[in-house]
C-alpha cells in the first residue's frame, strides 16, 4: 500500500504541521453518473436506501442515483423552492453572486446535501447562505437560521470572498443539530441547533476557523494551495472534511471542530487514467457510512485521461480498524 506525505493539522488554526503519513483508502467502485444533464455534481446524501445528489447548477431538482451495472442514473425530482429568505451577505458579494447565477444558471448554487432519519433533505445554498429543506412528499422551506451565523463566520474570517461561501452542510440523524463548512480563505466549522421551528446557536456558531496554505499531493505538484473544506458529512457522533485539494478525508471532534485522524484518496483520485488536465481537486461531494465512503466529482464536464466527461462516483472501503478508531 504505498502512502502520500500530506500536511496535516492536528489543531484547528495551526498553519504549520510536521507531516505525517496517511493511510490510503482503497477504491471498491467506480460509477459514471448519466441522465444528469447540468452536470456539476456538488453534493451525495444516502436518505434510507437510496443515494440523491444535487447538482450547483439546478435550482429546482434533486436525483435519485440508480445503479445499473457500472453506472449510476440519475433521476430527477423537482421541487419548488419559495423565495429565498433576505441575504445577510454584504452587498457586493450579493450582486457578484446574481451575476454569476445569470451567467452560468444555478442562481440558488445549491453546494451540499444531507438528510435525516424522517426522510428530509437539506441544502446549503451558497449564495444565499441559507438551508433549504426538501421534505420527503415534495414539499419545500427555508430554515429559519438566526443572523448570527454570517456575522460570526465573517468575523472569524469566512464567506469573505466571491465563491466561496459554505460548501458543505451535515445534519444528524434526529434533525436536531445542522453543521456547515466554509470553503477556503479562511475555511471553517460552524454548528446551530434547533429549536422548535428555528435554529440557533449555542454557545457560538463558530466551532473552528483556520487559513493558510498545505502542499498538494505530488501527483499534482506538491505546489501550495488553499487549505479547503469541500464536503462534509456526518457519522458516529464525528464529523468528515472532505479536503479536496489535498485528496483526504478528516474525521474531527464535534465540540471544537479539530481534526483526530484523516486518510488520502489521493492514490486512487490520481491514476493518469483518471487525471484532469487542471492543476486543482474535483471532489465536491462526502457521504460517509459504516462500510465506506461515497465521494463525488464535480469535474465541470471536464474530460479526464481516459476522456470521460460525465460526473463521477467514487466508491471507497472503511480504512482499517473503522471510521472510529482511535489512531
Not at 132 to 159: D, Y
Not at 300 to 305: H, L, M
Amino acid at each position: 500500500m504505498r502512502h502520500h506525505l500530506l500536511a496535516l493539522g492536528l489543531l484547528a488554526g495551526v498553519a504549520n504541521a510536521e507531516p505525517v503519513q496517511l493511510e490510503e483508502l482503497q477504491l471498491q467502485r467506480e460509477f459514471p453518473v448519466t441522465q444528469m444533464p447540468s452536470g456539476h455534481l456538488s453534493g451525495l446524501a444516502m436518505c434510507g436506501e437510496a443515494l440523491w445528489a444535487v447538482s450547483d447548477r439546478d435550482d429546482d431538482r434533486l436525483y435519485q442515483l440508480h445503479q445499473e451495472d457500472d453506472l449510476l442514473r440519475a433521476e430527477a425530482e423537482t421541487f419548488v423552492a419559495p423565495e429565498p429568505p433576505e441575504s445577510t451577505l454584504p452587498w457586493g458579494l450579493r450582486m457578484r453572486n446574481w451575476a454569476a447565477g445569470l451567467v452560468r444558471g444555478g442562481k440558488l448554487d445549491f453546494e451540499g446535501l444531507s438528510c435525516d432519519t424522517q426522510g428530509n433533505r437539506y441544502l446549503i445554498s451558497e449564495t444565499r447562505a441559507a438551508v433549504l429543506q426538501v421534505a420527503s412528499n415534495g414539499s419545500t422551506e427555508w430554515l429559519n437560521l438566526p443572523g448570527a451565523v454570517v456575522r460570526q463566520a465573517r468575523a472569524s474570517g469566512m464567506l469573505l470572498h466571491f465563491n466561496q461561501g459554505f460548501e458543505g452542510i451535515a445534519v444528524d440523524p434526529a434533525g436536531e443539530r445542522l453543521w456547515l463548512a466554509a470553503e477556503q480563505r479562511r475555511r471553517g466549522l460552524a454548528v446551530l441547533h434547533r429549536r422548535g421551528s428555528s435554529w440557533r446557536c449555542t454557545g457560538g456558531c463558530v466551532l473552528t476557523s483556520e487559513g493558510g496554505d498545505e502542499p498538494s499531493p505530488a501527483a499534482l505538484g506538491g505546489q501550495m494551495a488553499a487549505r479547503d473544506f469541500s464536503g462534509l458529512a456526518y457519522f458516529g457522533e464525528k464529523l468528515f472534511t472532505l479536503e479536496r485539494q489535498s485528496h483526504r478525508i478528516c474525521r474531527r471532534a464535534l465540540g471544537d471542530g479539530v481534526a483526530e485522524l484523516c486518510w488520502s484518496f489521493a492514490d486512487e483520485a490520481l491514476r493518469e487514467p483518471r487525471r484532469y488536465a487542471q492543476d486543482y481537486g474535483m471532489a465536491e461531494a462526502l457521504w460517509i457510512d459504516k462500510e465506506g465512503a461515497w465521494i463525488g466529482l464535480d469535474n465541470g464536464e471536464q474530460p479526464r485521461g481516459d476522456g470521460e466527461q460525465r460526473p463521477i462516483v467514487w466508491r471507497f472501503a472503511a480504512p482499517r480498524g473503522g471510521w472510529s478508531r482511535r489512531s
